[in-house]
């Protein structure tokens, strides 16, 4: 990810990087998993009896999208209304970047299991296709892990609690 995104967005209003993140990653993730689990089953269906045919891709895309669905809700209906009022709870956040390290090694998995997300020579279109989406969603949820971490997640310094006054760690909201 490139460090221009991050300062692109370091002194954003929060609900606007909110507002981002929500169309730009959680919308879009919603979006490419289903139609990669689809495209997944067709080449493993297809090409199950080629060397390099990803067998357990299509499970692999089910589980990153269960776990990503599960973690975006907790976002959007926990994390996300707290960090837009100016909250910056350390527990839930916590949790997040931990899930967010989860994410990462879900990442590593697909990237082994595809080969970086290089299509075998002589592949079909769809699996040309497939490996194209994959490379996509890779790049578009390190982004999105990346903004989360390393902007929205970051309380500003104006904002910072002094000495235990005014914090907060979840637990109470």
Same mark, same amino acid.
């Given at each position: 990810?490139?460090?221009?995104?991050?300062?692109?967005?370091?002194?954003?209003?929060?609900?606007?990087?909110?507002?981002?993140?929500?169309?730009?990653? !959680?919308?879009?993730?919603?979006?490419?998993?289903?139609?990669?689990?689809?495209?997944?089953?067709?080449?493993?269906?297809?090409?199950?009896?080629?060397?390099?045919?990803? $067998?357990?891709?299509?499970?692999?895309?089910?589980?990153?999208?269960?776990?990503?669905?599960?973690?975006?809700?907790?976002?959007?209906?926990?994390?996300?209304?707290?960090?837009?009022?100016?909250?910056?709870?350390?527990?839930?956040?916590?949790?997040?970047?931990?899930?967010?390290?989860? !994410?990462?090694?879900?990442?590593?998995?697909?990237?082994?299991?595809? !080969?970086?997300?290089?299509?075998?020579?002589?592949?079909?279109?769809?699996?040309?296709?497939?490996?194209?989406?994959?490379?996509?969603?890779?790049?578009?949820?390190?982004?999105?892990?990346?903004?989360?971490?390393? $902007?929205?997640?970051?309380?500003?310094?104006?904002?910072?609690?002094?000495?235990?006054?005014?914090?907060?760690?979840?637990?109470?909201?």
């Amino acid at each position: 990810m490139s460090q221009q995104l991050i300062q692109q967005w370091q002194d954003a209003p929060v609900n606007e990087l909110i507002q981002h993140i929500l169309a730009n990653y !959680h919308e879009k993730h919603r979006r490419q998993l289903p139609e990669l689990i689809q495209l997944a089953r067709k080449i493993e269906d297809v090409h199950n009896d080629h060397q390099e045919c990803p $067998v357990g891709l299509a499970d692999l895309l089910s589980e990153m999208a269960n776990e990503l669905d599960s973690h975006m809700m907790k976002e959007e209906q926990i994390l996300f209304p707290m960090l837009a009022g100016g909250i910056y709870p350390s527990g839930p956040i916590a949790v997040m970047e931990e899930e967010h390290g989860e !994410h990462e090694q879900l990442l590593e998995r697909l990237a082994k299991l595809t !080969h970086q997300g290089k299509a075998p020579r002589g592949a079909c279109g769809s699996w040309i296709m497939l490996y194209e989406g994959i490379n996509e969603l890779m790049a578009d949820l390190r982004e999105h892990i990346a903004l989360e971490n390393e $902007v929205l997640f970051r309380e500003p310094i104006a904002a910072a609690p002094q000495h235990g006054k005014d914090f907060c760690c979840g637990s109470c909201q």
